[in-house]
């Protein structure tokens, strides 16, 4: 079902973007996917803003931190996977090899976070709800529908998200050859790893985000009209039409046509 209303531990919840210029990700977004912002000012003096789609929230925004900033970082998209504890979440990913890039903290009454790097480097957000789940619909035109990790080892990363948020692994190879991992929670699929050099050369380890659309040929060109970029042309893959692309702010994400008949746990 499109609309959610919670989230078992361990699974991808919701996603963000830390931006160069909100107004012109704002803007991005809103011609592409049609989304309307809510603007919240935050303890430290910003102002974080969720994207809504038909009255429901759907995504984030916010200024780029300093520190992305000034590493001359791109706009970049983050994604969260809801826990029930951040703080033993955290203390997980540490006994695995992982790292702290910002400790746990509370979100105001939203809920409690941390950001963690796994143990080949990839960042991913812990998240400990309490009035916020993260993305109230999901799997429908202009909502997050699918997380891919990608990383340079895959059996490595199996591990640490086994100990982490205990997702199972099962290593697969596409008609390509290429080498892919799915990730299951009580036997649902949860979330995906690739090779991160189909992300092209230079480009390190992180999470991949999808976003659900009804035509992406039509999205494709909608994304160009509003500044966006094409790093891949639309092709055809057993869950449906996809291209991936580049936001008017640099941050890179894919969209997908869903295939109704395509079943992620034959």
Same mark, same amino acid.
């Given at each position: 079902?499109?609309?959610?209303?919670?989230?078992?531990?361990?699974?991808?919840?919701?996603?963000?973007?830390?931006?160069?210029?909100?107004?012109?990700?704002?803007?991005?977004?809103?011609?592409?996917?049609?989304?309307?912002?809510?603007?919240?000012?935050?303890?430290?003096?910003?102002?974080?803003?969720?994207?809504?789609?038909?009255?429901?929230?759907?995504?984030?925004?916010?200024?780029?931190?300093?520190?992305?900033?000034?590493?001359?970082?791109?706009?970049?998209?983050?994604?969260?996977?809801?826990?029930?504890?951040?703080?033993?979440?955290?203390?997980?990913?540490?006994?695995?090899? !992982?790292?702290?890039?910002?400790?746990?903290?509370?979100? %105001?009454?939203?809920? &409690? =976070? @941390?950001? #963690?790097? *796994? /143990? $080949? +480097?990839?960042?991913?957000?812990?998240?400990?709800?309490?009035?916020?789940?993260?993305?109230?619909?999901?799997?429908?035109?202009?909502?997050?529908?699918?997380?891919?990790?990608?990383?340079?080892?895959?059996?490595?990363?199996?591990?640490?998200?086994?100990?982490?948020?205990?997702?199972?692994?099962?290593?697969?190879?596409?008609?390509?050859?290429?080498?892919?991992?799915?990730?299951?929670?009580?036997?649902?699929?949860?979330?995906?790893?690739?090779?991160?050099?189909?992300?092209?050369?230079?480009?390190?380890?992180?999470?991949?985000?999808?976003?659900?659309?009804?035509?992406?040929?039509?999205?494709?060109?909608?994304?160009?009209?509003? !500044?966006?970029?094409?790093?891949?042309?639309?092709?055809? %893959?057993?869950?449906? &039409? =996809? @291209?991936? #692309?580049? *936001? /008017? $702010? +640099?941050?890179?994400?894919?969209?997908?046509?869903?295939?109704?008949?395509?079943?992620?746990?034959?």
């Amino acid at each position: 079902m499109p609309e959610r209303t919670e989230y078992a531990a361990g699974t991808p919840s919701f996603v963000d973007l830390a931006s160069t210029d909100v107004a012109a990700s704002k803007h991005f977004y809103g011609e592409v996917f049609g989304w309307d912002f809510h603007d919240e000012p935050t303890p430290q003096g910003g102002t974080y803003s969720t994207a809504m789609k038909s009255g429901k929230a759907v995504a984030g925004l916010m200024a780029q931190p300093p520190m992305m900033a000034e590493q001359g970082m791109p706009s970049a998209w983050s994604t969260y996977v809801t826990v029930d504890n951040c703080d033993d979440c955290v203390a997980r990913a540490e006994a695995a090899g !992982g790292s702290v890039m910002m400790p746990a903290m509370d979100v %105001m009454e939203a809920g &409690r =976070m @941390a950001v #963690v790097a *796994d /143990s $080949t +480097g990839a960042a991913c957000c812990v998240w400990e709800p309490k009035a916020s789940i993260g993305s109230e619909v999901v799997n429908e035109h202009g909502s997050w529908t699918w997380a891919a990790l990608m990383t340079n080892d895959q059996p490595q990363a199996s591990q640490f998200y086994s100990s982490v948020f205990g997702w199972d692994a099962k290593a697969e190879q596409m008609a390509n050859g290429a080498d892919v991992t799915m990730f299951t929670l009580d036997g649902a699929p949860v979330a995906s790893a690739n090779d991160v050099a189909m992300a092209g050369e230079g480009v390190p380890n992180h999470w991949h985000n999808y976003f659900a659309v009804d035509d992406c040929d039509g999205c494709l060109a909608a994304v160009k009209a509003a !500044g966006g970029t094409v790093h891949m042309e639309p092709m055809d %893959m057993p869950p449906g &039409r =996809m @291209a991936t #692309v580049g *936001d /008017s $702010t +640099g941050a890179v994400f894919s969209i997908i046509q869903l295939n109704p008949d395509f079943d992620p746990t034959a």
